[in-house]
């Protein structure tokens, strides 16, 4: 790193102006312009009791496809690493390695990579999953990225909590019933979802439309579920005496001759067919405002200035009562704006691209995440955030919340909709600026106007 560093300010409105990807934190140059006018000088407030916030702008420093040698050096703090270094880990965590001067406090890890899980091979398949045992901040939901081959079972089972799930490629067939013995059994594609409420019974087979199988992510609304405690069908039957099974089923003990002697959880068969339909039942099949699966994939995006966002929650999907989602899409250079959601956890989940987010958890205590394609992010209710794209291709990602409604407030509505003499009483911005505050809730915002 060379020793004429620029000074902070100058680094932060270079930053601020042309970006930093492509950066390498040696190539910093002269500031190109100076950073957003506002009241530091101009205004001196009387209800000023405090020093205003340091100019520096905090972008990030560098990326995972950045060519540089991370260093836990901004602006004129820290130094480099003399002993050794995990290079490609640095890289992909940038603001762990070298904060935002902004970051204060101790916050709790919020975020887990599925590659960090172990994993669980199977013939057929395998699951990873992330849950409190290994980021103890995420105690309303855990989740679970699982494979099958084509035609691969994930066997018939139940657990404790509600299970959620969003496909990320192929398609599988799911066969559910509900506590009326009603029946359900639907196809379904990548980005479409499903919901099991606490105890009903289900099975997931991928399908041979993609011949490769299926990859899907599930949710629960429970931080310490655990895929390897739920209720196997093979798993309780090898622990049932015979000659009950054979007074329950009505039938000869030797029926149960060849049944498995410990659980299958995942194994190979032979695909569903295409046609398939659910069993007859004399209950009837469960009726469609009961559904346990939604067409996600086949809701429009709602465009917005930076990006999209498609939302499911139980007005639309009415047996979800306890998990609401959006899928986020950010443009480069745009932002999940500033907000938080007043009474429910996030669990998130990167599909694509690069991305920040700073989690504010009070008090003075805030810490910068980087999280990239395969991550789990988690925010605490009530905790304010925001997520940059800070890559160079789209950020995709699920905003995952244990409710049956999506809610958040932005910052920004906020401060337009509060009265101007009382923002300007906080900030000390000009009028022009709270006058430019959008009354409209923009979910994502394009690039910065600088
Ligand atoms: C599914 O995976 C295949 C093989 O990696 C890939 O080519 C395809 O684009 C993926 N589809 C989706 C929807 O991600
Ligand atoms: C406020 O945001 C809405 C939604 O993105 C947009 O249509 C509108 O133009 C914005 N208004 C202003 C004054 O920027």
């Known amino acids: 790193m060379p020793s004429s560093r620029p000074s902070l300010a100058s680094l932060a409105s270079f930053l601020a102006v042309i970006g930093f990807a492509c950066l390498a934190p040696a190539a910093f140059a002269a500031p190109l312009s100076s950073p957003t006018p506002n009241s530091i000088l101009s205004v001196v407030p009387a209800s000023a009791t405090v020093a205003p916030a340091p100019e520096d702008a905090n972008g990030i420093l560098w990326t995972e496809t950045s060519d540089v040698m991370p260093e836990p050096q901004r602006g004129s703090l820290g130094t480099n690493i003399l002993g050794p270094q995990n290079v490609p880990l640095d890289l992909q965590n940038a603001d762990l390695l070298a904060p935002p001067s902004t970051d204060a406090g101790t916050v709790g890890n919020v975020k887990w990579p599925f590659s960090l899980s172990p994993n669980r091979l199977q013939t057929g398949g395998w699951a990873r999953q992330q849950n ?5 901040i995420a105690t309303e939901m855990a989740g679970v990225d699982m494979r099958l081959e084509a035609g691969a079972i994930r066997e018939l089972h139940w657990h404790k909590t509600a299970e959620w799930a969003f496909i990320l490629n192929g398609s599988v067939q799911i066969t559910v019933i509900n506590p009326n013995g ?17 105890g009903v019974p289900h099975s997931i087979q991928a399908t041979a439309d993609n011949p490769a199988g299926s990859e899907f992510l599930l949710v629960f609304d429970s931080g310490d579920f655990s895929e390897d405690s739920t209720f ?17 089923f009505q039938t000869d003990i030797s029926a149960f001759d060849e049944i498995p002697g410990k659980e299958l959880y995942i194994f190979p068969s032979d695909p569903p067919a295409d046609d398939a339909v659910a069993v007859p039942s004399p209950q009837g099949t469960v009726p469609a405002s009961e559904a346990f699966s939604f067409e996600f994939s ?14 499911v ?9 306890t998990i609401a989602a959006a899928e986020v899409i950010v443009d480069p250079g745009a932002m999940r704006e500033l907000h938080w959601h ?4 996030e669990w998130s989940y990167y599909i694509e691209g690069a991305g920040r987010m700073t989690v504010f958890a009070s008090s003075g205590q805030a810490r910068t995440f980087n999280y990239g394609a395969g991550d789990v992010g988690y925010v605490p209710a009530s905790f304010g955030h925001y997520i940059e794209n800070t890559g160079t291709t789209p950020l995709r990602f699920l905003e995952i919340f244990k409710s049956d409604r999506f809610q958040d407030i932005s910052l920004q509505q906020w401060l337009a909709l509060t009265p101007p003499a009382l923002v300007k009483a ?25």
């Open 232 to 248: 196997l069908l093979t798993d309780w039957l090898a622990h049932v005496p015979k000659e009950v099974l054979a007074k329950n």
């Open 342 to 345: 007043p009474s429910q956890d």
């Open 298 to 311: 086949k809701v429009p995006r709602t465009p917005l200035a930076g990006g999209s966002v498609r939302i």
């Open 313 to 321: 929650d139980s007005t639309t999907f009415p047996i979800s009562t």
């Open 132 to 136: 409190v045992n290994v980021m103890p």
């Open 182 to 198: 009603q029946n359900y059994l639907a196809t379904l594609n990548p980005s479409d979802i499903w919901y099991f409420p606490a």
């Open 426 to 450: 906080h900030l000390n911005l000009d009028d022009e600026t709270i006058a430019h505050f959008n009354k409209t809730k923009n979910t994502v915002i394009g690039p910065s106007k600088a």
